[in-house]
């Protein structure tokens, strides 16, 4: 299986303020076929089901703020909020769909400081 | 609008089964691929399997602590998705979601809570 691995677990940061949030896959994640990264970040406010920010490792979901934004390629992928807003509160997952099973991120909580 | 539409969770006692269901309206269901994720309270994600479209062969996949277990299911005919949980143990305790699965999981049904005690 691969491993999904998130850091930091916690993050608290100022209104206004960058957040950045990284994931590192056990196995490379790129398609070379396709030239795509099996990717996807979500959000999850407390008693809500997970929302889909990126897919692709880079490509915004339909509706999401471009405050929002997902880099990198291989093993090394970062989600970046540029300004964070009071709704930003959550906790963000990674996914790795490359196979199954398709394993998640153990999670970063974000928190305003 | 894509909406999945679970059924209520339940009480279950340890070794008994419990089938859940997710029914899509506004996507053509037939062509979708889902999957079920569930979460134990205040811990994380844990992805528990999918089935294909039947046209894609309509094959499943299960992670393995619910691997031999746990079934998913499928009925086009009724737009439904189903998670028939047996065996069932005090750890299998959490609330349980069904997803389109893509590229990444779009569409989320609102979720199931399933307790197993005593």
């Known amino acids: 299986d691969i491993v999904m691995t998130q850091s930091p677990v916690s993050l608290a940061v100022s209104l206004g303020e960058r957040a950045t949030i990284n994931c590192t896959s056990s196995?490379?994640?790129?398609?070379?076929?396709?030239?795509?990264?099996?990717l996807a970040w979500y959000q999850q406010k407390a008693g809500r089901p997970p929302k889909l920010l990126i897919y692709?490792?880079?490509a915004r979901d339909s509706g999401v703020p471009d405050r929002f934004s997902g880099s990198g390629s291989g093993t090394d992928f970062t989600l970046t909020i540029s300004s964070l807003q009071a709704e930003d509160v959550a906790v963000y997952y990674c996914?790795?769909?490359?196979?199954?099973?398709?394993?998640f991120g153990q999670g970063t909580k974000v928190e305003i400081k | 609008e894509v909406q999945l539409v679970q059924s209520e969770g339940g009480l279950v006692k340890p070794g008994g089964s419990l089938r859940l269901s997710c029914a899509g309206s506004?996507?053509?269901?037939?062509?979708?691929?889902m999957s079920w994720v569930r979460q134990a309270p205040g811990r994380g994600l844990e992805w528990l399997g999918r089935?294909?479209?039947?046209?894609?062969?309509?094959?499943?996949d299960y992670g393995a602590p619910v691997k031999d277990r746990f079934i998913i299911l499928r009925d086009d005919s009724k737009e439904t998705v189903y998670l028939q949980m047996n065996s069932l143990k005090p750890e299998d305790s959490a609330v349980y979601y069904c997803?389109?699965?893509?590229?990444?999981?779009?569409?989320w049904g609102q979720g199931a809570l399933v307790t197993v005690s005593s």
């Open positions: 997803n389109t699965d893509s590229s990444g999981s779009r569409y």
């Open positions: 506004g996507m053509t269901f037939n062509n979708a691929w």
């Open positions: 089935i294909k479209s039947k046209t894609a062969g309509g094959t499943t």
């Open positions: 196995q490379i994640l790129f398609y070379s076929s396709n030239n795509k990264n099996y």
């Open positions: 692709w490792a880079s």
């Open positions: 996914q790795q769909y490359y196979n199954t099973p398709r394993t």
